[in-house]
């Protein structure tokens, strides 16, 4: 009788031929082959004891550098570490395309997922090429030397109202002249990730109802226009930056890394797109009351605002331009404690009004942190960053109701509540809240920054009059701009493309192309144009479901 006839010989039989009787050989050839290779003298210098030494110094005579060779060396590192963390920012914020992406994306409909997708895709491509066109040479072409990227040849070339009044600069268009640069051309990257979000933000408000080619001429006046001009008035050496040399309101305004010139450009312009665009089909009932209408894919936003906090730690933090300005780790971390603090905020209250710790406004509440500590992130104390954050949270929870009760404007993802009314607090909290340790010679004003609590109350003017300027540049110049397209171009979709979803009728795919299409209660019986109807109402819910571009 035979034994192991099963399984055993076909085991035997697939073993390797190297596990057999030359597997000893083999084993030993490999362990005397490694004890030779670990016995060779290797030439290189494993340890970096004698890689970076005075032979390296850049000189006439190798190896006997001069005293003005050695700085003339060490000024080229320094710029260059600089330059490096400054492109390092460059691709931390924007990876923040994606977390824009994600949120907008999870908090709209299913059969409108690819057109919203697409139009955070797109926005980066159109307002890449305007920027360097027309947009940089605005906002930037009188500003004047960057020292910490090298302090190249000054771009002069500014429009002024009066001596010391600048409203825009007339230099650097298209990267040409004084402005092929390589300090010039770092800045102008990292300036492009900024304006890429203060632009992608507006798509979120416009969602599930705006025309793809109405958008791509929205992206080519927001890159040229909106954002460059307001941004030349506080970071371009503009007229508001020089309130504090000209009539001495503090450092004249501040906003460290763009509550103001991103933030609230952004979150107005799309309060006034979503205002001219009007509401989404089933928005509103008929006595006026709000439907809530849910977004498809939750953990998809959730996703998208934890890339988003990613990449504002470079947003925020690399804002310093020098990667010896130490202060970037206080402003790291201001950034994380207001975001906690927003987050916390949010999700309580909204816990206690409606009994739930809805996500979507959790999430906002976040971003609505990070939002508000972007300008004073620089220039307060933890403790302050907190209460900073804290009131974001509560801010974005109020301005969603009011928006969406009273003010009957349908923002599908919250971007003016959290990017402009928490833009606006940021600006007001850096005026209160500065505590004078950081900041000397901020807009050419020799001392340090401080707020209304630390003895200058001239700064909280100078912000509370930057606040007023933004939301009246930014919602009326995009008022007028969307009215007028509107009636040239039309900027809404038809109400039977609206229904069958914009994947289909505007993008000629869908995003989920195994699934129904989706959307509350929709048959899949066509109408007459061949788009599916909904069957039923919205789901209801007395969570106001929002979240952020």
Known sequence: MKKHTRGVAPLRRGLPRVLGKAAAKTLVFALLAFILMAGLAWAGDPSGGSTGTINDVTAAKIGSPTLAETAQDLGHLKIGVNMFFVIVGVALIFFMQAGFALVETGFCRAKNAAHVIMTNFVIFAVGALVYWAVGYGIQFGGLGAIAALGGAQPLEGVVEIVKGWGIMGTEGFFLGGKAYDVGIFAFFLFQLVFMDTAATIVTGSMAERWKFSAFVVFGVFMAAVTYPIYGMWVWGGGWLSALGKNLGLGHGVLDFAGSSVVHAVGGFSALAGAKVLGPRLGKYRKDGTPNAIPGHHIPMAILGTIILVFGWMGFNGMSTLSAGDLRFSVIITNTILAAGAGSLAAMFLVWKLWGKPDPSMTANGMLAGLVAITAPCAFVNTPSAVLIGGVAGLLVVGSVVFIDRV????????????????????????????????????????????????????????????????????????YVFFRVQDAIQGIRVTEDEEIGGLDLAEMGVMAYPDFANGSFGESIAPNAAGIPRPVAEPHTSPVIVSDNS
């Open 407 to 478: 003010l009957k404007i349908d923002d599908p993802v919250g971007a003016a509540s959290v990017h402009g009314v928490n833009g606006l607090w940021g600006m007001i909290a850096l005026g209160v809240f500065a505590d004078g340790t950081y900041g000397a010679g901020f807009n050419g004003i020799s001392s340090t920054v401080r707020g209304a609590l630390y003895g200058d109350p001239g700064q909280l003017v100078a912000q509370l009059i930057a606040a007023a300027v933004v939301f009246a540049w930014a919602f009326g110049v995009s």
